[in-house]
Nanobody
Framework: QVQLVESGGGLVQAGGSLRLSCSAS????????MGWYRQAPGKQRELVAR????????NYADSVKGRFTISRDSANNTVYLQMNSLKLEDTAVYYC??????????WGQGTQVTVSS
């Protein structure tokens, strides 16, 4: 079992920045992918960015490439999402996700990000 706790959401003006954090605990050694998803009102949850925790490989949604960066602090079992040049359409609840062997998905409680004009 993996537990995930997110922090760092909030209200920011368009063009601003926020950094989300996700701390993992529990069966850390079983995790091989960590990432961020988001869900806006009336829309499906979508992938924002993810990282292979074994080799550091990353994937980003086209809508955030060049603006968002996923990174990790292995010593503290924490993954970050640095969000720059935020747009109104980035407004959503952001969820941390961890995939642990043998392909079990774990989710955080979500953190609200609201971008205002």
């Amino acid at each position: 079992q993996v537990q995930l706790v997110e922090s760092g959401g909030g209200l920011v003006q368009a063009g601003g920045s926020l950094r989300l954090s996700c701390s993992a605990s529990g069966s850390i050694s079983r995790i091989y992918t960590m990432g961020w998803y988001r869900q806006a009102p009336g829309k499906q949850r979508e992938l924002v960015a993810r990282m292979n925790t074994k080799d550091g490989g990353t994937n980003y949604a086209d809508s955030v490439k060049g603006r968002f960066t996923i990174s990790r602090d292995s010593a503290n079992n924490t993954v970050y999402l640095q969000m720059n040049s935020l747009k109104l359409e980035d407004t959503a609840v952001y969820y941390c996700n961890a995939i642990a062997f043998p392909a079990r998905a774990n989710w955080g409680q979500g953190t609200q990000v609201t971008v205002s004009s």
